[in-house]
């Protein structure tokens, strides 16, 4: 199972980037699938979150407004688009899938989460 995550890179402050997660190995059409960041010397962090069935969608705080999680199931692929970045927003972006189908107790908690991209960065210049 593998999970590639694209799509970062340099942007200015206001700008907005879409990052792609591929999933392969495995169909992750019935996995929740979560977003997740690091930023420079912190600790990983939740970002973004969405059901297997496309009817939640879970965010932090500090995204909401801005960031936007969608999947394609046909095409085994997670997205997050996210508008009006601010520096505070750089980060090495994570995608990462829980270990079992449907179900996942907490959408924003990292040990929820087996299975992880190998990250890409995002930074936002100010």
């Known amino acids: 199972v593998q999970l590639q995550a694209s799509g970062g890179g340099l942007v200015q402050a206001g700008g907005s980037l879409r990052l792609s997660c591929a999933a392969s190995?495995?169909?992750?059409?019935?996995?929740?699938m979560g977003w997740f960041r690091q930023p420079p010397g912190k600790e990983r962090e939740f970002v973004a979150a969405i059901s297997w069935n496309i009817r939640s969608t879970y965010y932090a705080d500090s995204v909401k407004g801005r960031f936007t999680i969608s999947r394609d199931s046909a095409k085994n692929t997670v997205y997050l688009q996210m508008n009006s970045l601010k520096p505070e927003d750089t980060a090495v972006y994570y995608c990462?899938?829980?270990?079992?189908?449907?179900?996942?107790?907490?959408?924003?908690?990292?040990?929820?989460?087996?299975?992880w991209g190998q990250g890409t960065q995002v930074t936002v210049s100010s």
């Open positions: 190995g495995r169909t992750f059409s019935y996995y929740a």
């Open positions: 990462a899938a829980p270990p079992r189908a449907y179900f996942i107790a907490r959408f924003d908690d990292a040990n929820e989460y087996d299975y």
